[in-house]
């Protein structure tokens, strides 16, 4: 072999050798973006289910609130004391629970989910309309007053709904954008 040859092969090689590491640098700065969103992604999906669950325990407490409400209204000034004692005690616990829905809101507000926040304190709202209405003192409620709860309860179940279907496509972006692709 001539000092020429040599000396090719060499260039070759060293080529080789400084493309190969190019390639890797390069190609670990483009994965390291991608996985820093890829994290920031799951860091945000576990705090909207935070939220969800914050949610979903108001609103097991807001069932079993406005199970008893419903009885009440129909029972009147004859329901047992003992009812209006649940009920009283639900009335607590509904209240109580309002420390997890401010948490939830406050949560979306830090994720910039300004419009869930909005929706999830329209939620609230409606239910603190019902449990201003309904107190176990009351005696009777007025056909107005009964209309009026039966309307909060509905509004309730559908601003849950929405709230949830909006959650639900911030949590899982990928629906959403795959939606409005095929579109």
Not at 140 to 145: A, H, I, N, Y
């Amino acid at each position: 072999m001539t000092i020429e040859l040599i000396d090719s092969l060499v260039k070759i090689l060293i080529g080789v050798v400084v493309s190969g590491a190019l390639y890797l640098i390069i190609s670990k700065k483009k994965d390291k973006p991608f996985n820093l969103g890829l994290t920031e992604l799951n860091a945000k999906r576990e705090q909207l289910e935070y939220v969800a669950r914050k949610v979903g325990n108001v609103h097991y407490i807001y069932q079993q609130y406005i199970a008893l409400v419903i009885e009440f209204t129909r029972y009147g000034k004859s329901w047992p004391q003992a009812r209006r004692d649940e009920l009283n005690k639900m009335t607590r616990e509904l209240v109580e629970a309002f420390v997890q829905l401010t948490d939830a809101e406050s949560t979306l507000l830090l994720l910039g989910e300004k419009k869930l926040e909005r929706a999830l304190r329209s939620y609230g709202a409606k239910i603190v309309s019902i449990r201003r209405l309904v107190y176990s003192e009351r005696v009777s409620f007025t056909g107005e007053e009964l209309v009026q709860i039966e309307e909060s309860k509905k509004d309730i179940a559908q601003l849950k709904e929405t709230f949830f279907d909006t959650l639900s496509d911030r949590y899982n972006p990928r629906k959403t954008l795959k939606f409005a692709t095929n579109n």
